[in-house]
């Protein structure tokens, strides 16, 4: 059964840091490109940022460019977004996906992931 974790939200000032995880199992981790993204009260859900399957390339969306980092470690089937210097306007619920194959730029897309983990909660004050 594959299945998405998402953890490591909460509430944090703004110019604060949080780092959010995305636990895998289920799937051949390596063979799938892992996006977060995030659904704020009213919003559509939007994509955040994406790492490859592959070659790890890594995709964000230009509103967190330079703010966010994701990655992934494959011994350990987890994928980490690093938020730092957040802003109000990332309050959000963030949610990690899953799809197999090369996605590219692509993976900022949610319509185009085929598994989601639940979503985790943060909320940035000013």
């Known amino acids: 059964e594959v299945q998405l974790q998402a953890s490591g939200g909460g509430l944090v000032q703004a110019g604060g840091s949080l780092r959010l995880s995305c636990a895998a199992s289920?799937?051949?981790?390596?063979?799938?490109?892992i996006g977060w993204f995030r659904q704020a009260p009213g919003k559509e859900r939007e994509g955040v940022s994406y790492?490859?399957?592959?070659?790890?390339?890594?995709y964000y969306a230009d509103s967190v460019k330079g703010r966010f980092t994701i990655s992934r470690d494959g011994a350990k089937n987890m994928v980490y977004l690093q938020m730092n210097s957040l802003k109000p306007e990332d309050t959000a619920v963030y949610y990690c996906?899953?799809?197999?194959?090369?996605?590219?730029?692509?993976?900022?897309?949610?319509?185009?992931?085929?598994?989601w983990g639940q979503g985790t909660q943060v909320t940035v004050s000013s």
């Open positions: 790492i490859s399957e592959s070659d790890g390339n890594t």
């Open positions: 289920g799937f051949t981790f390596d063979d799938y490109g």
């Open positions: 996906a899953a799809r197999s194959g090369p996605l590219g730029i692509l993976g900022l897309i949610p319509g185009l992931h085929d598994y």
